[in-house]
């Protein structure tokens, strides 16, 4: 046990120190590699610091991004919305404008046709008052020659050598209707009264008139000592044709047809039934001076046509009428017994003796 003691102590005492450096030199390594390990991990750890760092910087950047993104976006979006509302505006004033354009350009052309207008307007009213100055200058005219003729007191036809003014308004008359001769008269009443008589009917003749006519014209049918009988007239106030026919009998020595208020009736047809039958036509157009049958003058269609000068009618002397004619030996029995005649009327008239005769 001694030697194991001292065998253990000599190699105690030979490995030991050995140890002890070997593990002296490992724990010197392991404190190193430790020191060392502690050294990265630091730097390691100030790197992951500086990262994350680094890392929350761009985390906070990026958000600051995503939220200017997003603000950008919405102003995207605002400004797009904005966008389009302007755009629809831009399209409602496009079309606006173009509307307005239509618009100006339909006053324009207008306005244009307003200034065509007045212009014709005006040029109207110019030659109106350039009729009106002679016009004027024609009723000044008038107005002297009728103080002249009333200050002469040469009314008529008889003092007068030549053109008197009744024989001037004659001269004229006919020339305006077309006729051979026109005599004047008092009025139209004694014109249709002269005509009759001018006919030379025998006292009683039946003498046709329309139903629609004036009292003038029955009373000289009567004064010429004849009978008058109405013709039915229609709804238009012209002679009914079948009634006319059926009335135009032998007893029937004239017709007078009335075309009241310028109703003419159907002169054709009137003109043909009373050729036929032989029986003279008296136009009472105291109405229708200017009025036109066919293109022919209103008082030319019959063997005479009597018109007015009173006061109502198309022209106005107070009173008066005149008769035109193209049978000679009518007028010139119109014309002894239009007045100044009174002597020759008893030769032309039968008395009531001989009427009832």
């Known amino acids: ?33 430790l020191t060392i390990f502690m050294v990265v991990q630091f730097v390691l750890s100030e790197t992951i610091n500086d990262q994350d760092t680094e890392l929350n910087a761009l985390n906070a950047r990026l958000n600051a991004l995503s939220q200017a993104l997003g603000l950008e976006q919405v102003r995207n979006s605002q400004l797009e919305r904005r966008a389009a509302t302007l755009g629809a505006n831009l399209t409602a004033a496009e079309e606006e404008i173009a509307a307005q354009s239509l618009l100006i350009a339909n006053l324009t052309a207008q306005a244009q046709a307003q200034t065509a207008r007045i212009a014709d307007f005006e040029a109207q009213v110019a030659t109106l008052l350039a009729q009106n100055t002679e016009l004027t200058e024609d009723r000044d005219a008038a107005r002297a020659e009728i103080d002249r003729l009333l200050a002469s007191g040469d009314l008529f036809r008889y003092t007068a050598p030549e053109n008197a003014p009744v024989a001037l308004l004659e001269r004229e008359f006919a020339k305006l209707l077309g006729t051979k001769y026109a005599l004047a008269v008092s009025s139209c009443s004694a014109a249709l009264f002269l005509s009759l008589l001018g006919l030379g009917l025998k006292p009683g003749t039946k003498v046709l008139i329309p139903g629609f006519t ?32 059926a009335r135009l009998t032998d007893e029937v020595g004239a017709v007078i047809i009335s075309h009241m208020r310028g109703h003419t009736s159907d002169m054709d047809a009137i003109m043909a039934l009373c050729d036929a039958a032989g029986v003279p036509v008296v136009e009472d157009a105291a109405h229708s001076l200017g009025t036109l049958w066919n293109g022919r003058n209103i008082g030319t269609l019959g063997r005479v046509g009597c018109f007015s000068f009173q006061s109502y009618k198309l022209i106005n002397s107070g009173e008066g009428g005149i008769l035109v004619t193209d049978d000679a030996d009518l007028v010139a029995r119109a014309v002894i017994m239009s007045g100044a005649y009174e002597h020759n009327w008893a030769c032309l008239l039968y008395t009531s003796d001989a009427a009832d005769e």
């Open 214 to 245: 004036f009292a003038a014209v029955p009373s000289a049918v009567i004064h010429a000592n004849c009978r008058p009988v109405l013709v039915e007239v229609g709804q238009n106030y012209r002679i009914d044709l079948e009634d006319f026919a």
């Open 1 to 33: 046990m001694a030697f194991h003691r001292r065998a253990g102590n000599r190699f105690a005492g030979s490995i030991w120190p050995g140890f002890v450096d070997a593990i002296t030199a490992m724990l010197m390594v392991m404190i190193f590699v």
